[in-house]
């Protein structure tokens, strides 16, 4: 009965593919999003829904798609990858509308590597 | 200047002593801070909350805010070997209410 989940956990691909990450929740929570760890550990944002509405868009390149076909669903598609796309991916989810005095619940994370 | 930031380590202690770990942040508006455990190869788990001023202790963790100043801490007694990690502080914006997480402080317990 995990809280959030990913898939995949791992992902191993060439430079210019497609590919999608899934992010589902079973915690009944409003708001979800994903986040960027790179080599160094930094976990930064890049997007968030709430009621599958877009509230928070960072500035990523447009070649990063998030998609919400219902609050439990998240999912992020990246075309054409680079070799800087290779990070963990993690998804997360708060309970109610993302005023950020919510614990933010992480799945497991998706570890992109780009060749 | 970088919006929430903690000094990388490691910081080494050894088992039993007292871990602190700190962190800095740049918007004053902020109301919400937390403290998150991230083990190699696992996800961030939360640790503590605190969005008053001054110290909340759960178990071995305090956490201890000071707004005027602008740095939140972490505290863990009685270091154990499992404790060793990478503790994230993470600051919630004023107005766009965004996660910033500071780039994480390695923590080595000694046994």
């Known amino acids: 009965d995990t809280a959030v989940s990913q898939t995949p956990k791992y992902l191993v691909t060439q430079m210019g593919n497609d590919k999608s990450i899934k992010c589902e929740q079973n915690l009944g929570h409003d708001t979800m999003y994903w986040y960027k760890q790179d080599s160094k550990k930094f976990l930064k944002i890049m997007f968030s829904?709430?009621?599958?509405?877009?509230?928070i868009n960072e500035t990523v390149p447009n070649r990063f798609s998030p998609k919400s076909p219902d609050k439990a669903h998240l999912n992020l598609h990246i075309n054409s990858l680079e070799l800087g796309d290779s990070a963990v991916y993690f998804c997360?989810?708060?309970?109610?509308?993302?005023?950020?005095?919510?614990?933010?619940?992480f799945g497991p994370g998706t570890r992109l590597l780009v060749l | 200047q970088k919006e929430v930031e903690q000094n990388s380590g490691p910081l080494s202690v050894p088992e039993g002593a007292i871990a602190s770990l700190n962190c800095t942040y740049s918007d004053r508006g902020s109301q919400s801070f937390f403290w998150y455990r991230q083990y190699s190869g696992k996800s961030p788990e939360l640790i503590m909350s605190i969005y008053s001023n001054g110290d909340k202790e759960d178990g071995r963790f305090t956490a201890q805010l000071n707004k005027a100043s602008q740095y939140v801490s972490l505290l863990i007694r009685d270091s154990q070997p499992s404790d060793s990690a990478t503790y994230l502080c993470?600051?919630?914006?004023?107005?766009?209410?965004?996660?910033?997480f500071g780039t994480g402080t390695r923590l080595k317990v000694l046994a």
């Open positions: 993470a600051v919630v914006t004023s107005g766009t209410y965004k996660y910033i």
């Open positions: 997360a989810s708060s309970p109610a509308g993302g005023l950020g005095s919510e614990t933010q619940y």
């Open positions: 829904y709430n009621n599958k509405e877009l509230i």
